[in-house]
């Protein structure tokens, strides 16, 4: 080979350097989830689905033929962080964002990559205003604006319950606005709420609260509020001599069993998703959670809607041809009965899907049991 040879050979593959590295660029999609302080046990759920997710994205060749990869960011379990979080995706430049879980942190976070132009879809933020922020904001499951009036028909129709009473976390935007949406319509449709009781985060004794309710003896109490104070309230309401039923919404895992024991049995609640729900999408996600886990989700809801979060993101990275921007943006909100584990997607003009399926459960031995279903269409 002659040097002029040699030359030209070392200049063509010099260009095809840029190609091939462009080629494994990864495409970043950032999750805002607490990895410390008091939320980190239940995001994790949202981080799984997000990692098995990009697994089974990747395994197919990618997006673009480019590998997805996550941008972890700890909002450590605070509004603060999880605006601190976003503005460290930001720099970094990512694609699209997936978070945050509490409606209060994604009030907080959206407004930005609203500004930004960054595509953001929460996987279970549901209060209303959150995706009214701007036409970058998305979400995977249902608002509690349907939730809360699913769960006041469900409470008079089938639990045939016309007595309640409510108990409000005023420290949590999702425990006040499921509350009202919930109120407004069970006294609507002929439902009698006697007393609204209010506590607040860090709350351990609730023994004036019970104290109250024991004496107006309501046939209802309504939690709309997390696992680990909504246990604590029920374990300590029925040590004392309450008898009424419980109900809460989708802030109620089936970790309430470590801090309430068998008193939280027959609390019913909502949910987005179900471990029996016959599709061949669940089927395909229960199998590939186990093969990557070793185990089942136990904390699932989190777990279903992130991993549905990123593929909608992916698609919608796929079908618009582009990594970010408006056209992502456009093509998410044009998306059509995408067949996902939690449901089928197309979005309305606020980023809420059009459809979406709420499971009702009661928890019984350990476990979050099925008990009835309701269909939503905007």
């Known amino acids: 080979m002659t040097v002029r040879s040699l030359m030209s050979l070392l200049f063509f593959l010099s260009c095809l350097l840029p190609i091939q590295a462009l080629a494994e660029k990864p495409i970043l999609v950032?999750?805002?989830?607490?990895?410390?302080?008091?939320?980190?046990?239940?995001?994790?759920?949202?981080?799984?689905?997000?990692?098995?997710?990009?697994?089974?994205?990747?395994?197919?060749?990618?997006?673009?033929?480019?590998?997805?990869?996550?941008?972890v960011t700890d909002n450590q379990s605070s509004m603060i962080g999880a605006r601190e979080a976003a503005k460290q995706a930001i720099a970094k430049g990512v694609s699209a964002v997936i978070g945050a879980g509490r409606s209060s942190q994604s009030l907080i976070i959206a407004?930005?990559?609203?500004?930004?132009?960054?595509?953001?879809?929460?996987?279970?933020?549901?209060?209303p205003e959150i995706t009214r922020i701007?036409?970058?904001?998305?979400?995977?499951c249902f608002t509690d604006e349907f939730q809360g009036s699913m769960l006041a028909n469900f409470a008079l129709k089938v639990l045939k319950k016309k007595k309640a009473v409510v108990l409000v976390n005023i420290s949590e935007g999702y425990s006040q606005v499921l509350a009202k949406y919930f109120s407004d319509t069970y006294e609507e449709n002929g439902g009698g709420i006697t007393f609204q009781g209010n506590y607040k985060n860090y709350t351990m004794d609730f023994s004036a609260l019970i104290e109250k309710i024991k004496n107006l003896q309501p046939e209802l109490i309504f939690l709309p509020g997390y696992s680990k104070r909504s246990a604590w309230i029920?374990?300590?309401?029925?040590?004392?001599?309450?008898?009424?039923?419980?109900?809460?919404?989708?802030?109620?895992?089936?970790?309430?069993?470590?801090?309430?024991g068998s008193a939280v049995d027959n609390?019913?609640?909502?949910?987005?998703?179900?471990?029996?729900?016959?599709?061949?999408?669940n089927t395909d996600f229960l199998k590939q959670y186990e093969k990557k886990f070793n185990n089942i989700p136990v904390e699932s809801t989190g777990v279903a809607l992130a991993y549905d979060s990123i593929m909608l993101i992916a698609q919608a990275i796929e079908r618009s041809k582009n990594t970010g921007g408006e056209n992502v943006r456009n093509a998410l909100s044009n998306t059509q009965d995408f067949q996902g584990v939690t449901g089928k997607f197309s979005f309305n003009e606020y980023g809420d899907p059009n459809q979406k399926q709420l499971i009702m459960t009661i928890l019984k031995h350990g476990k979050k049991q099925y008990f009835q279903s309701y269909l939503h269409n905007n």
């Open 30 to 71: 950032a999750v805002n989830i607490a990895t410390s302080g008091i939320h980190y046990e239940s995001d994790q759920g949202i981080l799984h689905g997000a990692q098995l997710a990009v697994d089974v994205i990747n395994q197919s060749g990618g997006v673009l033929g480019q590998p997805l990869e996550l941008f």
């Open 111 to 127: 407004p930005l990559f609203q500004d930004a132009g960054i595509l953001m879809v929460t996987p279970y933020s549901t209060t």
């Open 234 to 260: 029920i374990r300590q309401a029925k040590e004392n001599g309450v008898t009424g039923l419980f109900l809460g919404g989708d802030g109620m895992g089936e970790s309430m069993y470590r801090f309430g």
């Open 267 to 281: 609390t019913y609640s909502a949910d987005h998703w179900h471990l029996s729900m016959l599709t061949k999408q």
């Open 134 to 140: 701007g036409n970058y904001i998305f979400r995977a």
